[in-house]
């Protein structure tokens, strides 16, 4: 069972502060340095709430969200990914909207229903309703982007405020049926103009997935009313990072589900 985080003091002014500068980097294409020292998050709390400030900044309705952890134990971090941010396989996305074009193969759940705040208090989710609160499983690709030029460098609080580094999410066909696929290691090759550029190595790094929808759902019921029907949820990368380039067709293929395909067109 895992609860939510107490949530950490924000600074209003600061926070806002953040959100604008990265606004700005976002629909002007030119990257930040870094965040000047009064607009720095200063706890997660902070970074959360300039994610939400630059969602409501940019007027765009949220369609998914990232979650990841650095080892299983780990409390894991967490990221809206805008609506208009989301294709379905084969996708197509102007090479324009990107300067890292990071690649991770990752696996995402869809949320058959909402997991609002609990009428009886603070009783969490538990992983059980979660797995019953899943539509399917989807092989999926990340596309990582940042607004810093010293990506993958920087401060650590900025780039989580920065929505995790994430530029864009493509979606394959749904698999329903699932209990038996291993979800922490599942083999992934990813491929990039036809040659294997990734293999998965050691997985998850946060560990079991579940684990990691089932914070977030608590996460997001303290924050913002919680996961919503519908929802993608993807849970961090089983392949290192890899970079493509404008024009560039990446693949990604997990073992026992449909391969899944990005276009980059210039």
Do not use: C
């Not at 539509?135 to 990340?142: D, L, R, T, W």
């Amino acid at each position: 069972m895992t609860a939510a985080a107490p949530v950490p003091a924000v600074a209003p002014d600061r926070v806002a502060r953040a959100a604008a500068l990265l606004i700005e980097a976002r629909r002007t294409g030119q990257p930040l340095a870094a965040l000047p020292d009064e607009a720095r998050p200063r706890n997660a709390g902070e970074a959360y709430a300039v994610q939400d400030a630059i969602v409501a900044g940019l007027g765009k309705p949220v369609g998914g969200w990232k979650v990841g952890a650095p080892t299983p134990l780990a409390e894991p971090a967490y990221a809206p990914i805008l609506d208009e941010a989301i294709y379905a396989s084969p996708a197509a996305v102007p090479a324009t909207q990107h300067r890292v074009f990071g690649i991770e193969a990752e696996i995402a759940f869809r949320m058959a229903r909402d997991l609002p705040p609990r009428d009886d208090g603070d009783r969490p989710y538990t992983q059980a309703e979660i797995v019953r609160a899943v539509e399917a499983i989807y092989p999926a690709i990340e596309i990582v982007e940042s607004r810093f030029s010293t990506y993958p460098r920087g401060d650590k609080l900025s780039l989580l405020a920065d929505h995790q580094s994430n530029g864009a999410f493509v979606y394959g066909p749904p698999v329903r049926t699932w209990g038996h696929l291993d979800l922490v290691r599942p083999p992934a090759l990813v491929s990039i103009d036809d040659r294997i550029e990734g293999k998965m190595t050691n997985g998850n790094a946060g560990g079991d997935p579940l684990r990691l929808v089932t914070a977030l759902a608590n996460h997001l019921a303290a924050r913002t009313g919680g996961l919503k029907e519908g929802d993608f949820v993807t849970t961090g990368s089983v392949t290192p990072l890899v970079n493509a380039r404008p024009g560039a067709v990446v693949t990604v293929e997990f073992r026992g589900m449909n391969k899944i395909r990005v276009t980059f067109t210039k």
